[in-house]
């Protein structure tokens, strides 16, 4: 099984306010559109939020109503974004590969995911991971097959997992696309349509 994290339990440090509560053109929040993207695609998805989120947590889950979410408030996540996947990818068990999003980049296509699920699943025994590069940078969602887990949980810091990703290149797998929404995030107020 192939399951997805979208990270959201960072501080938002560069942006004035929650961003992830940020509300988009469409009137729904910058978090739940990442997250409804994301979810379709999956058997399981879990939202990592930060350690103090558990009403946050509970606000999403009675919004978005969908039952193959769950929500994971990362003990480690003031000490950055690496401690936060590390928490929970540490507990997985029965995954076979992880897709790893960020809560902040609602603009993906919905045919970008399913690329990259295809791309994993003709390439799964290789234990790649699969890499979406647009105009020639990398982007998310990045699949790690489930090799990598143990790695990724070591990491430390506010660096996410491309150190792993460096350290294994001839496992990777890059799929190039025409969707500028796997590098398009917000970190600040002005670079998207949003208020709040």
């Known amino acids: 099984m192939i399951g997805a994290i979208v990270l959201a339990a960072g501080s938002s440090r560069r942006f004035n306010g929650d961003k992830r509560r940020s509300i988009l053109d469409s009137g729904k929040s910058l978090l ?35 039952s ?5 408030c990362a003990p480690g996540s003031a000490l950055g974004m690496a401690h936060s996947l590390g928490n929970v990818i540490s507990a997985l068990t029965d995954w076979d590969a992880a897709a790893v999003f960020l809560g902040d980049m609602p603009y993906l296509k919905p045919g970008t995911i399913d690329k990259l699920i295809d791309t994993y699943k003709s390439n799964a025994k290789l234990q790649p991971i699969i890499v979406p590069v647009n105009a020639g940078s990398y982007g998310h969602p990045v699949i790690f097959d489930k090799d990598y887990f143990d790695a990724i949980a070591a990491l430390s810091g506010d660096v ?29 107020q002005e670079s998207g349509s949003i208020s709040g």
């Open 32 to 66: 739940e559109t990442s997250i409804e993207n994301a979810a379709p695609h999956f058997t399981e998805t879990i939202v990592v939020l930060r350690s103090g989120d558990s009403d946050y947590a509970a606000e999403l889950s009675a919004s978005l109503a969908d």
């Open 68 to 72: 193959t979410l769950s929500f994971f």
């Open 160 to 188: 996410g997992a491309k150190a792993v990703i460096n350290a294994n290149k001839a496992k990777v797998i890059e799929v190039p696309l025409d969707d500028s929404g796997i590098i398009k995030d917000i970190d600040l």
